[in-house]
């Protein structure tokens, strides 16, 4: 079957760097999104990866290792407007889109 | 660019009624449109994918004579929840993309959060 990976929740610090994995089990692979979602909100594009690396956008950067069924969200200078779910998203060889459940980060002062 | 809006962003009605939801696509064509379901601290659950003049292909345990969608032009997409009860009370939200799979990134409209009483 599908599957994807994500840890349920997460805590950091105002100002500090935080690593959010994501593991996929997919048939086949045509892409990763991250996403983000604040409570009540609908969800916003942060990212897609389609081949190996490191992806930087500001302070977000998304990485991805396809050999690994692997990738994962890095946000830097963590800000409180930070604090929402991240979502990884993986497309199959069907084109179809497999969602994760979704890791909420809360951010303390 | 690449605007989704969604009409309600709020409803409450009572058990045994209809609901009808809008989804416009505003400053693009969207061949293909998507409704999504989302129950508190959950994932989003893909109900249905829509192109633009076709029938809606409808995800396994999806009921499709309960979740009524017409995709009429490329920029207008409408759920209709019918005889709802309050098991469907949910976030429901829709997203458009400008080609014809998800393969090309979806763009979320702003949700839709339905009650019923």
């Known amino acids: 079957g599908q599957n994807i990976d994500q840890p349920t929740e997460m805590t950091a610090t105002e100002g500090a760097i935080v690593q959010i994995n994501c593991t996929y089990q997919t048939s086949g692979f045509n892409g990763l999104f991250w996403y983000q979602q604040h409570a009540g909100e609908a969800p916003t594009f942060l990212s897609y990866n389609v081949l190996d690396g490191l992806e930087e956008k500001g302070r977000f950067s998304s990485f991805l290792s396809r050999s690994k069924g692997y990738s994962y969200l890095l946000l830097k200078e963590l800000q409180m407007k930070d604090s929402a779910s991240y979502l990884c998203a993986v497309i199959d060889s069907n084109y179809q889109l497999i969602w994760g459940a979704g890791t909420k980060l809360i951010i303390k002062p | 660019g690449a605007v989704v809006s969604q009409h309600p962003s709020r409803v409450i009605c009572k058990s045994g009624t209809s609901v009808k939801i809008e989804c416009r696509s505003l400053d693009f064509q969207a061949t293909t449109m998507f409704w999504y379901r989302q129950f508190p601290k959950q994932s989003l659950m893909l109900m249905a994918t829509s192109n633009e003049g076709s029938k809606a292909t409808y995800e396994q345990g999806v009921e499709k004579d309960k979740f009524l969608i017409n995709h009429a032009s490329l920029t207008l997409s409408t759920l209709t929840v019918t005889s709802a009860h309050p098991e469907d009370s949910s976030f429901y939200i829709c997203?458009?993309?400008?080609?014809?799979?998800?393969?090309?990134?979806?763009?979320f409209g702003p949700g839709t959060r339905l009650t019923v009483l």
């Open positions: 997203s458009a993309t400008q080609g014809e799979s998800s393969y090309n990134e979806q763009f």
